[in-house]
């Protein structure tokens, strides 16, 4: 075994403070989530001022579509930089802001009315999408960075269990705000809680400690990221196999957005039943991120995303034949099993490709590819169920859901390990 340089020393000998600081943003960013949750939270702000499907399952998606897209264009600054925080920092901003627009929208409907609210909604949307874009892959290299490789499969799973934890208990109490309160004023303080969540995540995150990696040989001329994409995507078979599932794993999901619309109009679902049901959800993902990340680490995470897989076939079945809507709960709960896969495991999953060097661009490659699918997906589901109804979008989930489990099962290989390039 090689003698570890003094970068590693400084990682291993800071790591119980970052994986502490860490676990702390973590869970002020569940808070912040469970007052303003992607899943339920956001879809009912929208119905409340459209009707349309397709819209209401873009919502959520926004959120997504924003992560993934910017993640590739910013790889080559991170291959190049030798400290990940300053930029994680700065663009982060612009994905906490968003939440407290939010709130004064909420608060302003009265006065700008509900097309406008609408239209200003999906800015902000928009715009936290972007930002949480452009700060992933910073953030995926920085904790790539201060947790030796061992762990982080493990530690994924610990920060990605205590958010879900959070969110669940956060969840209940929004649920129960939403109905004791008049509209808008629900949403506004919703919004405006989950704004200050995120403010105090921010200072956890700011304290983590990230040694200057000085050893890090970087090229005077810096190589357009589309040369290091190419080069990837020729040499590495295994990863363009990886990448299909997960474009794949999008429209497999798709019906995830459109459970709680199914709630509203096939069971008239109050507020507080959603906020249980976003409970069960992140329940679920509390311990399914912790499992999943543990046993990931001991037997592969290809296991896991094929667990991942098969959950979000049967989660589509049931909320395609759901006669109640006591069926939504093992729907919801399998749903979580499927979007640890897709997240928590896709990028402990991403972060095994390649180098030390060539990691901001596998992981750049992984999201910003899956874009088109991440678009394409909210728009066909609910433009299915305007047209054919929900069992159209949910029976065509499941169908992808079957292939994806089969690449993963019969092509896709777990990564191989990389030795760390310092250039020593």
């Given at each position: 075994m090689l003698p570890l340089s003094?970068?590693?020393?400084?990682?291993?000998?800071?790591?119980?403070?970052?994986?502490?600081?860490n676990l702390m943003d973590g869970a002020f960013f569940g808070l912040a989530l469970?007052?303003?949750?992607?899943?339920?939270?956001?879809?009912?702000?929208?119905?409340?001022?459209?009707?349309?499907?397709?819209?209401?399952?873009?919502?959520?998606?926004?959120?997504?579509?924003?992560?993934?897209?910017?993640?590739?264009?910013?790889?080559?600054?991170?291959?190049r930089a030798r400290e990940y925080k300053p930029i994680v920092l700065r663009n982060t901003i612009h994905e906490r802001i968003p939440?407290?627009?939010?709130?004064?929208?909420?608060?302003?409907?009265?006065?700008?009315?509900?097309?406008?609210?609408?239209?200003?909604?999906?800015?902000?949307?928009?715009w936290q999408g972007i930002g949480g874009g452009f700060t992933a892959n910073p953030w995926t290299s920085l904790i790539s960075k201060?947790?030796?490789?061992?762990?982080r499969g493990t530690f994924f799973g610990m920060q990605g269990g205590l958010v879900n934890l959070v969110i669940?208990?956060?969840?209940?109490?929004?649920?129960?705000?939403?109905?004791?309160?008049?509209?808008?004023?629900?949403?506004?303080?919703?919004?405006?809680?989950?704004?200050?969540?995120?403010?105090?995540?921010?200072?956890?995150?700011?304290?983590?400690?990230?040694?200057?990696?000085?050893?890090?040989?970087?090229s005077e001329k810096q190589a357009h990221f589309w040369e290091d994409a190419k080069s990837i995507l020729k040499k590495d078979k295994n990863f363009n196999w990886f990448l299909v599932t997960r474009f794949l794993m999008m429209f497999a999901t798709m019906g995830?957005?459109?459970?709680?619309?199914?709630?509203?109009?096939?069971?008239?679902?109050?507020?507080?039943?959603?906020?249980?049901?976003?409970?069960?959800?992140?329940?679920?993902?509390?311990?399914?991120?912790?499992?999943?990340?543990?046993?990931?680490?001991?037997?592969?995470?290809?296991?896991?995303?094929?667990?991942?897989a098969l959950a979000t076939i049967v989660s589509s079945i049931i909320a395609w034949f759901a006669p109640t809507i006591a069926w939504l709960y093992p729907a919801f709960i399998l749903s979580g099993i499927g979007n640890v896969a897709l997240w928590t495991i896709g990028i402990t999953f991403t972060v095994g490709f390649g180098s030390d060097l060539e990691r901001p661009t596998y992981?750049?490659?992984?999201?910003?590819?899956?874009?088109?699918?991440?678009?394409?997906?909210?728009?066909?589901?609910?433009?299915?169920?305007?047209?054919?109804?929900?069992?159209?979008?949910?029976?065509?989930?499941a169908l992808i859901g079957i292939i994806t489990a089969g690449i993963l099962i019969f092509v896709v290989k777990d990564p191989k390990p990389q030795t760390i390039d310092h250039g020593r």
């Open positions: 003094n970068m590693e020393k400084y990682i291993r000998a800071h790591l119980r403070y970052n994986v502490t600081m469970g007052f303003g949750s992607f899943a339920t939270i956001i879809p009912l702000f929208v119905t409340r001022m459209t009707d349309s499907a397709i819209l209401i399952g873009l919502a959520p998606a926004f959120h997504a579509i924003g992560w993934q897209l910017p993640q590739l264009f910013n790889a080559g600054q991170l291959a939440f407290l627009v939010l709130a004064l929208i909420a608060f302003l409907i009265p006065w700008i009315g509900i097309k406008t609210a609408l239209f200003v909604t999906f800015i902000a949307l928009a201060i947790i030796p490789p061992e762990s669940s208990i956060a969840a209940i109490g929004a649920g129960y705000l939403l109905a004791e309160v008049e509209f808008p004023n629900n949403f506004a303080i919703s919004f405006f809680i989950a704004g200050l969540a995120f403010i105090a995540s921010y200072i956890a995150l700011s304290s983590s400690r990230e040694p200057r990696d000085e050893e890090k040989v970087v995830f957005g459109f459970y709680i619309l199914l709630g509203l109009r096939r069971f008239e679902m109050d507020s507080i039943t959603a906020g249980y049901l976003t409970a069960a959800l992140t329940l679920t993902q509390t311990f399914a991120n912790a499992g999943m990340g543990w046993l990931g680490d001991k037997i592969g995470h290809r296991a896991m995303l094929i667990l991942g992981i750049g490659l992984s999201n910003t590819l899956i874009t088109p699918a991440t678009i394409t997906a909210p728009i066909l589901g609910g433009w299915l169920i305007d047209s054919l109804g929900f069992e159209s979008t949910f029976g065509l989930s």
